[in-house]
Structures are given as structure tokens and as C-alpha cells.
């Protein structure tokens, strides 16, 4: 991989741990070479010297950092006791994992044993696991106390605390108060949704990301106009499906979305805004992604990378994408949601959910054909269906990257434009491209794959912000 010294350093500043492993830094001023998330203090850009893996900083010089040891770095050695799976567990903490799975069962999924899970979890964030989940429930019960006029045994229970008795002993002991005492100024009335804002750190392109989404909109489960996002959403809770709808608005003036749920989802607040947080890239830093970019950012400021409210979905867009343009797969894939999917009474038209992994599983290969699909897209689809309903293959953001991206590829007819979409959507990966994109190819003028990718070297470690830009870009043209 080529290292671009600069993109290096904006990458060094941000102490993103999607990009732990991919380079490391060698400080001249110290003679220690360090890992791009490092908890010191950032060197200057004089002092700092790149190097793609750590034998190559050991012999120009350097000796490995005491405090981030490189050896831990993922693709380095041990890389189930790294940050980077720390952080995919909080993540997961933060969408309410623990609100209905173990600790062990939070461990599986993040591809650790128990213990250490536990054991790199406190030395990431300097606190235990239990204690990290107690106070993001009790932030949501602040929340919901504050937001909405859910009586407390419903805040309790959408909290993911066990009872009302534990939400009133913690908050009294962290807050100095009862919920009732926190809340005595709101009364409870019936609603039929509930509000809540979710900052971002701006530039925000709010209307880049919604004609994107537009673009590939499946009617009768999304709607999209120029001022909001609605859809049916449906998630799964201690073995009950819950089904419901969302509205997302931009507030610019206070940095944030609103975002609007039927009350139906209250069972499921917690892991619904996460998922908002997903499809909006809210994580995203548009200060040092634009900076990086350059000249390709300038027509469109804190233009984000949508991701995924489910992962699943995103695989059957990138399937029948391979099959039809994006926009026309949108006809497959609401005639599937029409087909195959639950029916549901949401605003706008809005008259189903989009199917399970579980429910396509299950399927005929000629029912999926009906929709549209070739019989080798249906093929397709059913056997990641099946990868995904077995438990055997995970299409989020804390799935381990190379190992997806493996397992995707080993499906007959998932082509590498289809496994690139679903890195860059449903895993979030940063520098997902795909390179075999036509229209990548015309608007920059590449006559090949190769040509794409050396024009596309020096985007890293952004390259799937670069796609969005050039993606618009052909757009507006065309």
C-alpha cells in the first residue's frame, strides 16, 4: 500500500481505529515507532516518519511504543485483545446489545472469549463492561424520562433495565433523585410517537445523502422528499418481532437530526437510533475527510457514506444492483418487500417492511425469481440469507473486515462491485471501493481497473467518500 505522509497524519490526528494496522509511525524526536491510535500526545508532522508494517519502522530505526505495543495492532499478532474490538463491543453496548444478550453472548460476536473481552473492555475505557452498560441505560432512561411521556415501568423496560426497582436504585444513586422526582414537571400522556435529537459535527450535506437514498429507494418501504426521510423499520427483541416506522428530519440550526419513532418501537428506541446513526454516518469526520479530499469535497461539504439499518438489505440492494442499474433495482426490491415482507400501517404510504434474512432464507429459489431476479442473483441472495440466518456471517460495522469480506466472495456470483457496496454500507469501511464501477471508470476518465485504482491511491484512507463525490459528480453530468 502506498502511504500518503499527509493523509497519514490527518488519519494520525483523528485516532480512528478503523485505521489501527494499516500504517504505523515512527517519531523522530523519541525513536519510538506507535500505532495511528496511540493515546499520546500527537507528535508534530516534522517528527513523524511512516512506515506500512512494523519491521519496516524497526529497521529504519525506531523501537515499538510501551503504551500502544504495535504488536497488538489487528493484522499484527493478537488481535482479539486490540482496542478496535473494545470499541466494536461499546458500540454494541451502546445499541442496547446488553439489554437482552449475556456478556458471553456480547464476547461471540465480537469474536473474543469472555474473560478477555472483559479484561482489554477496562483497559480501553478505564472502567468495566457492566458499569459502561449501566450508564448508557441510564442515559436512555434520562432520555426517554426527559423526551417523551412514557410512564416509568415503560422507560424502565425500553432502558433495558430489568425492573422499575433497578432504575429507581441506580438513578437515586447516581443522580441524587427518582425518575418520578427527575420527570415531576411532564405529564404522561398517550402519543402517538416520540422525538429525539441526534447531533453531528458539521459540515453536514444533508441533501447530498437524501438524493442519494432517493436513488435507491424501495417504494412502499421508504420515502424520501427534499426536507425528510421516512421508512418502516422492523427489529427482533427477546424472540418478538417489533415493527414500526421512523421520520428523520434536519435541525442545521442545533447540528442534529430529529428523529421521529411510532410509538410501537419504544421496546426497541435504543437499537432503532443507533441504527439512524449507522444510515446517516453521524460518526463521520468531515473536518479531516474534506481536508483530505481536497478538490473533490469542495462541490459538496460533509457529504456522508450511508449506511445500514440492516445489513441484509443492503445485500439484496448490491445483488440486484449487479443485475440492473441501482435505481431500477429499486422495482426487485419493492416488489420483494410487497411479496415477502410484513405488512404494516406506517405515514405516507408507507405499507411494508423489508424481509428478513430469516424469511428469504426460507424461500424457493422461484419465488425470489418472481421478483425479478435472474435464478444466479436469487442463488445469490438465498445463500447469503442463509449465511446470515445461521449465524455465520454478520453484516455490521463490528464484524471483523477481512473475514467478511472473504465470506462474501465465496458466494457464487457475488460479484467484487457487490462485496465493495456492502463493505462501504453495511460494514462501514471507510476505504471500501469499487473499483469496478463504470461509472467510476467514465467520469474520471480510467480505461481499467488498474488506471481506477492508482488514480484512486491517494483518497486512502477515504476512498468511499471520494466514490460518493464522484458518484454525484457523474450524476449532476449525466
Not at 8 to 23: A, H, M, N, Q, V
Not at 345 to 362: D, Q
Request: glycine share 8%; hydrophobic share 45%; net charge positive.
Amino acid at each position: 500500500m502506498h502511504l500518503d505522509p499527509d493523509a497519514c497524519y490527518r488519519t494520525l490526528l483523528s485516532k480512528d481505529r478503523r485505521f489501527d494496522g494499516w500504517f504505523f509511525v515512527g517519531v523522530s524526536s523519541t525513536g519510538i515507532y506507535c500505532r495511528p491510535v496511540c493515546p499520546v500526545r500527537t507528535p508534530k508532522r516534522q517528527n513523524c516518519h511512516f512506515f506500512t508494517n512494523a519491521a519496516a519502522a524497526e529497521q529504519a530505526g525506531f523501537r515499538p511504543c510501551m503504551r500502544c505495543r504495535p504488536e497488538l495492532a489487528p493484522g499484527n499478532g493478537l488481535l482479539d485483545i486490540s482496542g478496535r474490538l473494545a470499541q466494536a463491543a461499546a458500540t454494541l453496548i451502546e445499541e442496547g446489545f446488553l439489554d437482552t444478550g449475556s456478556v458471553s453472548e456480547l464476547a461471540a460476536r465480537v469474536g473474543v472469549s469472555d474473560r478477555h473481552l472483559r479484561r482489554i473492555f477496562d483497559a480501553e475505557y478505564g472502567v468495566p463492561l457492566i458499569e459502561f452498560a449501566q450508564t448508557q441505560r441510564l442515559l436512555m432512561a434520562k432520555r426517554l424520562l426527559t423526551d417523551t411521556p412514557l410512564p416509568v415501568g415503560t422507560v424502565a423496560s425500553a432502558a433495558g433495565f430489568g425492573s422499575v426497582r433497578r432504575l429507581n436504585d441506580l438513578f437515586q444513586k447516581r443522580y441524587g433523585l427518582s425518575p418520578l422526582r427527575f420527570r415531576k414537571d411532564t405529564d404522561v400522556v398517550h402519543a402517538e410517537s416520540m422525538t429525539f435529537a441526534i447531533g453531528y459535527r458539521p459540515p453536514f450535506d444533508w441533501s447530498g445523502i437524501l438524493t442519494f437514498l432517493s436513488r435507491n429507494g424501495i417504494a412502499g418501504v421508504e420515502r424520501i422528499d427534499n426536507e425528510t426521510y421516512e421508512r418502516t423499520v422492523a427489529f427482533s427483541r427477546n424472540g418478538r418481532d417489533v415493527a414500526g416506522w421512523i421520520r428523520v428530519a434536519h435541525v442545521p440550526q442545533r447540528y442534529a437530526l430529529n428523529v421521529t419513532l411510532s410509538m410501537s418501537l419504544t421496546p426497541v428506541v435504543t437499537q432503532v437510533l443507533g441504527r439512524v446513526r449507522r444510515l446517516f454516518d453521524l460518526a463521520s469526520r468531515p473536518d479531516l475527510i474534506d481536508a483530505h479530499l481536497g478538490s473533490l469535497a469542495a462541490g459538496a461539504p460533509g457529504l456522508r457514506v450511508p449506511g445500514a439499518l440492516d445489513g441484509f438489505e443492503i445485500a439484496a440492494r448490491a445483488i440486484a444492483a449487479q443485475q440492473m442499474t441501482v435505481s431500477d433495482a429499486g422495482a426487485i426490491l419493492s416488489c420483494m418487500a410487497a411479496r415477502f415482507g410484513s405488512k404494516i400501517a406506517a405515514p405516507s404510504g408507507l405499507n411494508y417492511t423489508f424481509p428478513s434474512a430469516a424469511t428469504i432464507s426460507r424461500l424457493p429459489l422461484a419465488a425470489l425469481a418472481e421478483t425479478g431476479l435472474t435464478r444466479t442473483h436469487a442463488q445469490a441472495l438465498a445463500a447469503v440469507a442463509l449465511e446470515i440466518a445461521s449465524g455465520r456471517l454478520t453484516l455490521e460495522p463490528a464484524a471483523p473486515l477481512e473475514e467478511t469480506l472473504a465470506a462474501l466472495r465465496r458466494i457464487h456470483d457475488m460479484g467484487e462491485w457487490a462485496v465493495q457496496y456492502i463493505a462501504m454500507r453495511a460494514l462501514g469501511w471507510p476505504n471500501a471501493f469499487p473499483d469496478e464501477d463504470a461509472a467510476l471508470k467514465k467520469q474520471l476518465g480510467c480505461s481499467s481497473t488498474a488506471e481506477l485504482n492508482r488514480r484512486a491511491e491517494p483518497w486512502q484512507p477515504w476512498r468511499a467518500y471520494a466514490t460518493l463525490h464522484i458518484w454525484r459528480q457523474y450524476e449532476e453530468q449525466s
